[in-house]
């Protein structure tokens, strides 16, 4: 399990050494909505630039590439691969076409960062992960909420030793009423109603998918899982699977988790981004740490909670803005090519957690407990 990129003076540190390096040039492969996100990165990015964008809507690519001041423009990403002046990709495509354009850009000699969730099957997760091993090329998938300040902070204080012997972990998810928030074009949303482009029940898949890699953030690798969920398809089909509980148990012990995820059509959720707030609580031999806010600010309290001995104590001093965790990322990402280190979510470690998503997929199904090697082996 490889950890997101540090703070404070080591990070510091990092930061020197990369502004003597030549940066890396990156292009985007697809420029929707999410890729305002991910532009972030290369605002000022001591490690990285934003070289190129591709996009096969006429016109988008050029004017994303003026808006973010990227010196090419392409229609055919296949025409951006061949720009022997691009090093990397960041591949921001529906789910459908991961496959195809990840492989492409590893044969073209090009670094990878994948949106979540890598893949649709284990099948095509191991095709990737054998493209990226041919090429000898960085490889990962970019799930953002392991690089949100807030959560950064918790798994510090939580590996200081502060709340004792970590024991068990529960994740609580709201969809309400967005207040606020940014306007999601249809075409971002269309594509996830049809299960062979998007996917499971996007709140058990797409959007799990950041829950899962919380699970595996605090705790490793799953073992087993079992869940009950909603999972027809009636209605929006991005919020299928909720209302949904799963637990689990990690392997490597008896350390244990619970995912819940809620739709409450009628709350009102204070946001930037989406309508859903994730909340994240890891309970400990000594205390408990809670961070109280990602995507959204449902309750308005300080971003990090910690209770020990007797006493509760806030940490506000961290940058919340949900957007902020794809800049880091995105940074994650270039500084790992430029350092020749292993990246924040390898291809194995996407494909540990497309893994664990199927399993609670099929425990919803088949009304029973799976394990993750039944599905990770094809079973």
Same mark, same amino acid.
Request: proline letters at 3%; charged letters at 20%.
């Given at each position: 399990m490889h950890d997101p990129v540090e703070t404070g003076a080591e990070y510091a540190s990092l930061i020197h050494k990369e502004a003597l390096m030549s940066k890396v040039r990156v292009g985007f492969i697809g420029a929707g909505r999410i890729a305002d996100l991910h532009a972030l990165a290369y605002a000022g990015s001591p490690s990285g630039e934003l070289y190129a964008v591709a996009d096969s809507t006429p016109g988008r690519a050029e004017a994303r590439a003026r808006q973010w001041g990227a010196k090419r423009s392409y229609v055919n990403y296949q025409d951006l691969l061949a720009d022997k002046n691009v090093d990397a990709v960041e591949v921001l495509l529906p789910h459908y076409l991961h496959l195809p354009a990840t492989v492409a850009a590893l044969e073209a000699g090009k670094h990878?960062?994948?949106?979540?969730?890598?893949?649709?099957?284990?099948a095509e997760a191991n095709?990737?992960?054998?493209?990226?091993?041919?090429?000898?090329?960085?490889?990962?998938?970019?799930?953002?909420f392991h690089h949100y300040e807030p959560h950064l902070r918790a798994k510090a204080i939580i590996e200081s030793g502060e709340i004792g012997d970590p024991v068990g972990v529960r994740i609580k998810v709201v969809g309400g009423k967005a207040v606020g928030g940014w306007p999601i074009p249809q075409e971002s949303m269309s594509w996830r109603s049809e299960p062979e482009k998007g996917g499971p029940p996007g709140q058990l898949f797409d959007a799990g998918h950041h829950h899962a890699a919380m699970g595996y953030f605090i705790f490793g690798?799953?073992?087993?899982?079992?869940?009950?969920?909603?999972?027809?398809?009636? %209605?929006? &089909? @991005?919020?299928?699977?909720?209302?949904?509980?799963?637990?689990?148990?990690?392997?490597? %012990?008896? &350390? @244990?988790?619970?995912?819940?995820v809620t739709a409450s059509p009628e709350m009102h959720v204070r946001t930037r981004y989406y309508s859903g707030e994730d909340l994240l609580?890891?309970?400990?031999?000594?205390g408990i740490v809670w961070v109280n806010r990602c995507t959204a600010d449902l309750l308005g309290a300080p971003p990090v909670t910690v209770y020990r001995d007797g006493k509760i104590c806030h940490h506000s001093d961290l940058e919340t803005d949900w957007g902020d965790s794809f800049r880091r990322g995105g940074q994650a990402f270039t500084d790992a090519i430029a350092n020749g280190r292993a990246p924040s979510l390898s291809g194995t470690e996407g494909r540990h957690i497309l893994a664990t998503l199927f399993a609670v997929i099929r425990s919803a199904t088949e009304h029973r407990e799976v394990s993750i090697d039944e599905i990770e082996r094809g079973a």
């Open positions: 990878v960062s994948l949106q979540k969730p890598m893949a649709l099957s284990i095709q990737m992960i054998a493209a990226a091993k041919k090429a000898n090329r960085v490889f990962r998938v970019l799930e953002n690798e799953f073992e087993r899982v079992h869940a009950f969920a909603d999972l027809r398809q009636a %209605g929006v &089909r @991005y919020l299928g699977g909720a209302p949904a509980m799963v637990s689990w148990q990690h392997r490597g %012990g008896a &350390r @244990y988790g619970s995912w819940q609580e890891v309970t400990g031999t000594k």
